[in-house]
């Protein structure tokens, strides 16, 4: 069931009220399955899959707190191994089949296994390494091994953060599930102002600037540089708006019944640096990558330098890999691994803070990091990876022709229109807080402030019911 | 529930509710003004559209997508057949806007002729669901007051509907710059009875190419094809399907032309084309690599009017007349 549907809407509503008119006992139960129904609109036979791995990481949970310490490991890695192989198989297996068979070509062989045909369990990646925090959390004795499987069975399928995160931990959320929930009215209003500015940047920014994308990234050769460098800006605002505007409604939903996901995205363009907008994009799975590969790593590889930039690289490159099986993803992955050590050893060795202004440094900062990852996203984009090659060569070389306007030539301006509504609703967040609309004091310029969302929806947004980006992963 | 969270229940659906007053009677009003303004556009696409289906009378229609709505000029038809000529081409559009606005243009008006300009991508490209977001766009303002209009949207897309019936001004959503647009266009003369000359010529590069190579056929966009055909010979109108000319790579197949091509003969309809035609795919008569400029339109009209001259002293000599 997709967020931006009417069914989504009828479900919430029933599923929300239900939630509050059921005794606590139930609640759990309602929310599993309601969570069921929602994964199973998609391609019902896949909650096999999801079982299967819910299962599997129930026990080893129980199996990892149970066991001595040699044991526990082999429990975990069990449990790490089933949860990847499935994975592994329904995301790598034709891609790396297909390599394969490329390579073999290469010397005249034919790869004698073929690629098998389904279609992603949508979400896997997500709900797989949300499973896989759970034993690493019990592992580490952070957690303790849940016993009502329900509860462990809510954890994984939560239906909020169920198919596009945010990637919880156990311990954020599974006490949660214990504690009984409130009709706060504050609470209810600020989980709906939530979701509301989540629709908001999903249908009107993101999928209004997905019909310029699209229409560029499908025939890139048509293009001149310019229209390509546009199209590769404003698929960084869309990626943006789409992924963070499915994180508000899940985070929004969730907390209208009194469950705190974590924060998924901060602003990230206000970074200032490279590395400042990957720490605040996605926080729910650069913290992950960060807590479980590259902390471990890091430790062992004490304070060697190279060896430090070399886990950066390998951790961006694993991101890349965790969002598809395709090599555009792999050289994004590359690319923005290699862009932060550059910049870090840029700022160790040039020390900019030293002739310029700390004002200054943020200003520069914001723009040179949004150009650096803008580059980053058009291999993220792209349909391939010739695609990407002609594409940043047109841009480079700001191969001639005209501005692409789209059709007609008139809507040219709402992409501006909602790309510069964005900048500034995220300007005044950042820099200036203390100016709220929809959170403001006085009730006239809070309803001024849902009134103008809404409008502005119904004007200019796009509800045509496409797909979250994210949901692919 | 407690009695505390009743009544917190109670003061948000309070709050709902006064916000959802003040949205019903912002939506009617805003609603009502851009169904005034809609109405009355004076020029550009919303005008075309209105035009084709609530006050056509000419003798001659052109439909197509883009490259119809540039490529053909209207002045040479009216001044070379002493016809008058429409041209309701639309943007982004193909055979499944077609087929309905030619339906609604038949319920009020039979012309002598129709041309329908079509694409090597005619039906696999833009298939029928992308259209329908440009159909979509047109017909929802229709919908409070029309009701075979509310008919096509119930049934081609239910959700826009219902969305429509419940708030006004979503009918017109997206459609706030091209009705700003149409006022100021109404200044300049930039479209002379559905033509829109663009000068200038941006081809550049290497010729791209402009197939469908592989790709399949979409179903609904086909029936929308045939119908239109078959809509046309039955009231008795002269139809020409033509391929505009194109500057890409030359091609020799495609799955939407030979579709259209063995439809057309089912119903003993020619298919002129006119895609690589050596005296009209020369650079400087091209804007773009689809679309013919102002000098390329003229001599591509010219071209086909009096191919179609020729072709009505053979088969119709009266229209002449």
Redesign the interface.
């Known amino acids: 069931m997709l967020f931006n549907s009417?069914a989504f809407i009828g479900f919430f509503l029933v599923v929300t009220s239900l939630f509050?008119?059921l005794p606590h006992k139930y609640r759990w139960l309602l929310l599993l399955l309601s969570s069921c129904y929602f994964y199973m609109d998609f391609v019902p036979v896949y909650i096999l899959v999801l079982g299967f791995t819910i299962v599997v990481d129930y026990y080893a949970g129980i199996l990892i707190e149970r066991s001595p310490a040699k044991k526990r490991k082999w429990f975990l890695r069990m449990s790490i191994v089933a949860n990847i192989g499935i994975l592994g198989f329904f995301k790598y297996f034709n891609f790396f089949n297909d390599n394969i068979s490329f390579v073999l070509k290469l010397f005249n062989f034919t790869n004698p296994v073929t690629d098998i045909s389904f279609i992603l369990p949508i979400g896997l990646s997500f709900h797989t390494f949300q499973a896989m925090s759970y034993t690493i959390e019990v592992y580490r004795g952070n957690q303790k091994a849940e016993r009502n499987f329900g509860i462990y069975a809510l954890y994984v399928m939560f239906y909020p953060q169920l198919v596009a995160g945010p990637i919880e931990r156990p311990q954020n959320i599974i006490h949660q599930f214990y504690e009984p929930k409130?009709?706060?009215?504050d609470r209810?209003?600020a989980g709906l102002k939530i979701i509301l500015w989540g629709f908001f940047k999903k249908l009107v920014v993101a999928d209004r600037l997905s019909i310029y994308v699209n229409a560029v990234y499908n025939?890139p050769?048509?293009h001149?540089g310019k229209t390509l460098l546009l199209a590769t800006m404003f698929f960084w605002f869309q990626v943006y708006c789409d992924f963070s505007g499915y994180s508000d409604i899940a985070i929004g939903s969730a907390k209208v019944m009194g469950y705190n996901l974590m924060e998924n995205f901060r602003r990230p363009f206000a970074g200032g640096s490279v590395a400042g907008i990957w720490n605040r994009w996605h926080i729910s799975l650069y913290s992950w990558f960060r807590d479980y590969v590259y902390s471990p790593l890091a430790k062992k590889a004490r304070r060697n330098k190279v060896k430090l930039f070399g886990y950066i690289i390998f951790i961006f490159i694993l991101s890349g890999l965790w969002h598809g099986a395709a090599w555009t993803y792999i050289i994004w992955g590359a690319y923005s691994g290699i862009s932060i050590v550059i910049e870090r050893l840029y700022r160790d060795k040039v020390k900019p803070q030293k002739y310029i202004s700390k004002t200054w440094m943020k200003i520069l900062g914001i723009i040179f990091a949004f150009f650096v990852t803008s580059i980053s996203c058009l291999f993220f984009r792209a349909n391939s990876v010739s695609d990407a090659l002609h594409i940043c060569g047109s841009i480079f070389t700001m191969?001639?022709?005209?501005l692409f306007r789209g059709?007609?030539p008139?809507?040219f301006?709402?992409f501006f229109l909602v790309t510069i509504i964005l900048i500034c609703v995220e300007i005044f967040q950042e820099f200036i807080p203390h100016v709220k609309l929809i959170n403001n004091k006085y009730i006239a310029l809070r309803?001024t402030g849902?009134?103008l969302i809404?409008?502005i929806m119904?004007?200019?947004?796009?509800?045509?019911?496409s797909q979250f980006i994210y949901f692919q992963f | 529930?407690?009695k505390e969270?009743v009544k917190?229940?109670a003061?948000?659906f309070k709050?709902l509710f006064?916000?959802l007053v003040?949205?019903f009677i912002?939506?009617r009003l805003?609603g009502t003004a851009l169904e005034n303004a809609y109405k009355d556009a004076p020029q550009?696409?919303i005008k075309t559209f209105a035009h084709s289906i609530t006050n056509p009378v000419e003798n001659i229609f052109i439909y197509g997508s883009?490259r119809a709505v540039h490529g053909y000029d209207t002045r040479i038809f009216t001044d070379s057949l002493g016809l008058s000529c429409f041209n309701c081409g639309r943007?982004?559009s193909n055979i499944l806007y077609h087929t309905v606005i030619l339906n609604e243009m038949l319920k009020k008006h039979s012309p002598e002729i129709i041309i329908l300009d079509v694409s090597a991508r005619e039906l696999t490209w833009r298939a029928a669901e992308n259209s329908k977001?440009v159909l979509a766009s047109m017909i929802l303002p229709y919908v409070r007051r029309d009701t075979s209009f509310a008919n096509i949207a119930r049934k081609l897309f239910p959700?826009?509907f219902?969305?429509t019936r419940v708030?006004k001004?979503?009918a017109?959503?997206?459609l706030?710059?091209?009705l700003?647009?149409g006022r100021k266009e109404a200044l300049s003369i930039k479209n002379i009875n559905g033509y829109e000359p663009i000068d200038g010529n941006?081809v550049?590069?290497k010729l791209?190419?402009f197939t469908d190579e592989n790709k399949e056929t979409d179903l609904v966009a086909k029936k929308s094809f045939e119908e239109f055909v078959k809509t046309v010979k039955e009231n008795d109108i002269m139809l020409y399907v033509i391929q505009s000319p194109l500057y890409v790579k030359r091609f020799s197949s495609s799955v939407s032309l030979d579709t259209i091509k063995t439809i057309l003969k089912k119903y003993n309809q020619p298919f002129w084309d006119y895609g690589f035609d050596t005296a009209l795919t020369k650079k400087e008569y091209f804007y773009?690599?689809l679309h013919l400029n102002t000098r390329g339109a003229s001599l591509f009209t010219e071209k086909l009017v009096s191919d179609i001259k020729a072709d009505l002293e053979r088969k119709k000599p009266s229209l002449l007349n």
Not at chain 1, 182 to 185: D, I, L, M, S
Request: aromatic share 16%.
């Open positions: 009417l509050f008119i409130k009709f706060e009215y209810v209003v025939n050769e048509h001149s191969k001639p022709g005209v059709s007609p008139i809507n301006y709402y309803f849902y009134i809404i409008m119904l004007l200019i947004g796009v509800f045509n019911g | 529930m407690t969270e917190q229940v003061r948000l709050k006064i916000l003040f949205l912002l939506d805003i550009g696409d883009s943007e982004n977001s959700d826009e219902f969305k708030s001004i979503y017109y959503n997206s706030i710059l091209p700003l647009a941006k550049a590069g791209p190419g773009d690599n």
